[in-house]
């Protein structure tokens, strides 16, 4: 993939307004790869005060849409299945690292980690389906 195709892709990922809301970062963006970070804060807590399963939830799937959209290709979710391990809390930064784990044809298997960034601890785990449409955001020929 040429620099300026990639710094495109790249571009086109990082606004996304939901993250920039949120306080997340996309920090490694490569094909069929990804790494999200974000820092938990107060207003991210349930009446436990532990991290809202939500906010865990949008973290992989940022994660899960950076990579799958990693190719320049339009990429939409099919399924997400998402298992919480263990609690997290205000303070804490949390890292979401997302996999192309298979590509066959329009359909993608990525497999999602979401770590506490302090510890190296699992937090959740989840595997994700994409769908990717015939239309490319950046095409391959560099046209946009």
């Known amino acids: 993939m040429n620099k300026d195709r990639k710094q495109k892709i ?3 990922i990082q606004r996304d307004p939901f993250a920039r ?3 997340a970062n996309v920090e490694i ?3 069929g790869h990804s790494r999200v970070t974000l820092t938990i804060t107060n207003d991210m807590v349930n009446f436990y005060g532990n991290t809202h399963g939500g906010v865990i939830f949008a973290l992989g799937d ?3 849409a950076a990579a799958s959209n990693s190719h320049g290709q339009t990429a939409v979710a099919l399924n997400v299945g998402i298992n ?4 997290t809390n205000s303070g804490d930064r949390l890292i979401a690292e997302a996999t ?6 329009p359909i993608a298997l990525y497999d999602i980690t979401i770590k506490v960034d302090q510890t190296g601890e699992l937090v959740a785990k989840s595997q994700d389906l994409v ?3 015939k239309e490319w ?3 391959i020929d560099g046209s946009s």
């Open 10 to 12: 790249n571009e086109h």
């Open 21 to 23: 809301f949120l306080g």
């Open 29 to 31: 963006l490569k094909p």
């Open 62 to 64: 940022m994660a899960f």
């Open 84 to 87: 919480f391990l263990k609690a």
């Open 100 to 105: 192309e784990l298979t590509a066959s044809g």
């Open 131 to 133: 769908y990717r449409k």
């Open 137 to 139: 955001f950046v095409p």
